[in-house]
């Protein structure tokens, strides 16, 4: 583990987990549950996904990432689909080493989806984090941003209702439905949701007073009892 | 918070009670109550009337809004209000929960009033519900909402952070790419 | 020297695949039990750092020295540094914070089950987590303060339990000891045994 505290040549800046120069675009923090986005274990994920990318530039030495050429370097107009985090590196401002394009679930054509009616869409298939990314493709100078940036927040607000409400009914396969078109983000919220409704159920039964094992303790019973 | 801490701070609201023992006056932090004497209403807090009660020490006197007659009137205003109204309790849910669970004999009624009060509650939710709508989708930055007790505060409040983060989030990245942006 | 090089990292395909399976390894455990730490992983992840880092040095080197388009090659790299950097990070961070929750919810010893999961490192951390906590609870009152007890609000002074598994011999606080076999039941302090139920070892009855 000491080795991790080796410093670099360069200090780079860990508020975003972005090359330093860069830093000056301040991500605001995972929401719903993210305690901090360079630790959160979703943003990570998030930032995986990967994205269209069409290089500008002759990269040296680096060709063997581009599994469509055998060549030594990565050729000016190659095009690859790149995780988000090194598409940023390598694009957005003051870098042009690549230019990204949207995602095809972020276009135009799904956006109108989106628009006729976002509650009856899959965002977890489209995602699984689809607002997280969104906002992070959000970085990326691109015509539509300002369009996708609309998108997202009416998508949102559309799909907000029905979360509240399927939040506070009892557990059922409907239920189990619903959630499994819900994103990441969406999934976090609904979960608050219920958590309120049950604590708020079990009290009225006169349970809340009853001592519990903690969490790790009935993990490990209910793993015990599956085996 | 849990509804079991809200509950820990309605505790603390007084009740009158019929004690059948006898006793000096009690100094606790609180304040100070009794003496008690048998067959002599005296006012405690609610915790200690529980606890007296379920050790058979004494009876509650049921609030004068824990009633049949008068919670069918406040449904009534309840249901034609769209927004809160008053109630006669700020821990309404939390005093009526303890004395129907603990001292169920000493309130006429018992089962109309449960049901009664479980009425109001949901009536006060499905308008709290519809508040939290239209303040997200309409994408308000606050709402004010008269009258709405700590309990019912207290279950929508991690629901509705979590989602305001979110909203905010979003509505930043919405507001801050305007096409015309240069970079 | 390019040669040396290209072979090598043929064979390395993307870079930050495996730190990204650490987090996701986390990830899928969130409601489940913590995995055993992945000693093998992250060393392969430093392995990874360092090629990356040794690589872009004599590149760096080679662009003071004149040789003109290695900079977007660093630049790639250096990415590629501060992504598995993060991962490392958040891996660590994230298990240390289950770690320390297990402290809050049920309690100061860690059994052998949940042990075997931490590595080495993680357990001195325990241990000192653990010592700093009780030195700051007997400090904030006379008597000290158990700011890990009373979770809920208690309602009452005394608890049923009944024994879940066969502990032994359990001494009270004022020194009169109880013998807590399999499925004998008790009636005892609250304060007392609550450490007991969130451990597993009693069931609260009533």
């Known amino acids: ?41 979703g943003d990570i994920l998030a930032s995986q996904q990967r994205v269209p990318a069409q290089f500008e530039q002759t990269v040296y030495r680096l060709g063997f990432l581009d599994a469509q050429s055998s060549g030594e370097h990565i050729q000016s107009g190659a095009k690859m689909e790149l995780p988000l985090w090194l598409a940023r590196a390598l694009g957005g401002r003051r870098r042009n080493i690549v230019r990204i394009d949207l995602p095809k679930q972020y276009r135009q054509q799904q956006r109108d989806i989106l628009r006729a009616d976002a509650n009856v869409v899959d965002l977890f298939k489209q995602g699984p984090y689809f607002y997280l990314m969104g906002v992070k493709l959000l970085f990326f100078d691109h015509m539509e941003r300002s369009d996708l940036a609309k998108s997202l927040l009416e998508t949102f607000l559309n799909r907000f209702r029905r979360i509240m409400d399927t939040s506070h009914h009892a557990f059922s396969s409907d239920v189990t439905m619903f959630t499994t078109r819900l994103d990441e983000t969406e999934r976090v919220l609904f979960h608050i949701g219920q958590r309120s409704v049950a604590a708020m159920e079990k009290w009225e039964r006169g349970r809340s007073h009853r001592i519990e094992a903690s969490d790790v303790v009935q993990k490990r019973r209910k793993r015990k009892r599956e085996d | ?80 209000e769209s927004f809160f109204t008053a109630m006669p309790s700020p821990n309404y849910m939390e005093v009526s929960s303890l004395v129907l669970n603990n001292a169920a004999e000493d309130v006429p009624k018992a089962d109309e009033v449960r049901t009664l009060v479980k009425d109001i509650w949901d009536l006060r939710q499905a308008k709290l519900k519809k508040g939290v709508d239209q303040m997200i989708s309409q994408q308000e930055t606050f709402a004010k909402l008269d009258n709405l007790t700590l309990m019912e505060m207290n279950c929508i409040r991690p629901f509705l952070t979590a989602a305001l983060d979110h909203l905010h989030l979003l509505h930043n990245h919405a507001t801050s790419y305007t096409s015309s942006q240069a970079d | 020297m390019t040669r040396t090089v290209k072979t090598f990292w043929i064979w390395c395909a993307m870079f930050g ?56 090659g660093i630049q790639l790299r250096h990415a590629c540094l501060e992504r598995n950097q993060r991962c490392l990070l958040a891996y660590v961070h994230h298990r240390m914070t289950r770690i320390r929750d297990y402290r809050w919810q049920t309690g100061s010893v860690l059994p052998p089950s949940f042990r075997l999961s931490l590595c080495e490192q993680e357990i001195q951390w325990f241990t000192r987590y653990n010592r700093s906590l009780a030195t700051y609870m007997r400090s904030i009152a006379p008597t000290g303060l158990d700011l890990t007890q009373h979770l809920q609000p208690p309602k009452s002074l ?10 032994g011999e359990f001494e009270m606080e004022d020194g009169t000891v109880v013998l807590l076999h399999k499925n004998t039941q008790h009636y005892l302090p609250r304060s007392q045994c609550e450490p007991l139920i969130r451990q597993g070892v009693l069931e609260h009855i009533h």
Not at chain 2, 6 to 27: D, G, H, M, W
Not at chain 3, 32 to 53: A, W
Not at chain 3, 158 to 167: G, K
């Open chain 3, 17 to 72: 695949e495996k730190a990204l399976e650490l987090v996701r390894e986390l990830k899928r455990s969130q409601d489940g039990n913590l995995p055993p730490y992945n000693d093998d992983g992250i060393r392969q992840v430093v392995e990874e750092m360092r090629t990356l880092f040794e690589q872009n040095q004599l590149e760096v080197r080679a662009t003071t020295d004149g040789e003109r388009g290695l900079l977007s």
């Open chain 3, 158 to 167: 005394l608890v049923e339990v009944r024994c879940l598994e066969d502990y």
């Open chain 2, 1 to 80: 918070m849990e509804p079991a801490e809200v509950e820990f701070l309605a505790e603390k609201e007084q009740i009158t009670i019929v004690p059948n023992f006898s006793e000096n006056k009690l100094y606790l932090i609180s304040g100070e109550f009794g003496p008690f004497n048998p067959s002599m209403q005296t006012r405690v807090p609610l915790w200690l009337a529980i606890n007296l009660r379920q050790r058979q020490k004494c009876h509650i006197v049921p609030p004068d809004w824990l009633n049949v007659d008068y919670l069918t009137e406040k449904k009534s205003e309840e249901a034609a």
């Open chain 1, 1 to 41: 583990m000491s080795s991790l505290t080796q410093s670099s040549s360069s200090t780079p800046s860990y508020s975003s987990g972005v090359p330093s120069s860069a830093a000056h675009y301040r991500q605001p923090p995972a929401a719903a549950g993210g305690a901090g986005d360079f630790f959160d274990l």
